[in-house]
């Protein structure tokens, strides 16, 4: 499978724990973005990274989320101490180049926080 | 501020049919609109995508219509088909290459 992959595909937490969400790009993609979906919205743009660079987080709430795209490895998005209000559906995805190129989309993982 | 309003919310369409879906942006700096379709438990797919140079574009059964002077771009599916039910989202980029994307519109075609 030459897609994006993301694991786990469903995380439960229970509130003030870690969530770890990884993201495997596209073979050849160097480019990768978060994006968070709440039931019944759309996906909201969270954090933009390149290998072993932030480029754009705007979309990050300043508190408990942060993200990395290390050298070697996947894409990593973490939550610190979740609440409740964190359960949602997290998407990655890949692009090979910056800008306006075809993002192409893992399947997500879903978070729950008890 | 939503930059990206999708309508309907919901569609139901016959088998046969033609689904439209629309979506209107107020940023004019936007210049890459994409739409995507997610199933349930799935990621969002990209079916087909226009840049403002061209007023209409056709991949298939798909196609998108853009007006940049109104700012509104829609989907149209020709001969739907019970295996487009789906959620269709329309989404714009500009040059800080993040996607705005819409609230999404779930299509339901009856066979």
């Known amino acids: 499978n030459a897609g994006v992959m993301q694991n786990p595909r469903h995380l439960v937490r229970r509130r003030g724990q870690e969530a770890r969400l990884r993201c495997s790009p596209m073979?050849?993609?160097?480019?990768v973005y978060w994006y968070r979906q709440l039931p019944e919205e759309g996906l909201k743009f969270m954090v933009y990274?390149?290998?072993?660079?932030?480029?754009?987080e705007s979309g990050m709430p300043k508190e408990r989320f942060s993200a990395e795209f290390p050298k070697e490895g996947p894409s990593i998005l973490r939550i610190q101490q979740v609440v409740r209000g964190d359960s949602a559906a997290y998407f990655c995805?890949?692009?090979?180049?910056?800008?306006?190129?075809?993002?192409?989309f893992g399947d997500g993982t879903r978070l729950s926080i008890l | 501020q939503q930059q990206v309003k999708q309508s309907p919310q919901s569609l139901i369409v016959q088998k046969g049919g033609i689904s439209i879906i629309n979506c209107a942006y107020e940023?004019?700096?936007?210049?890459?609109f994409p739409w995507y379709q997610q199933f349930p438990g799935k990621g969002p797919a990209l079916l087909i995508a226009?840049?403002?140079?061209?007023s209409e574009k056709k991949e298939g059964r798909f196609t998108i219509s853009f007006n940049k002077s109104a700012k509104q771009f829609s989907l149209h599916i020709m001969d739907s088909q019970p295996g487009d039910s789906a959620t269709y989202f329309c989404?714009?980029?500009?040059?800080?290459?993040?996607?705005?994307f819409g609230k999404g519109t779930l299509l339901t075609v009856n066979p």
């Open positions: 226009i840049r403002p140079d061209v």
């Open positions: 940023n004019t700096a936007f210049d890459y």
């Open positions: 989404a714009a980029g500009g040059s800080n290459y993040k996607l705005t």
């Open positions: 995805a890949s692009s090979p180049s910056p800008g306006n190129q075809p993002q192409h």
């Open positions: 990274l390149q290998k072993e660079n932030i480029i754009d």
């Open positions: 073979k050849g993609h160097s480019h």
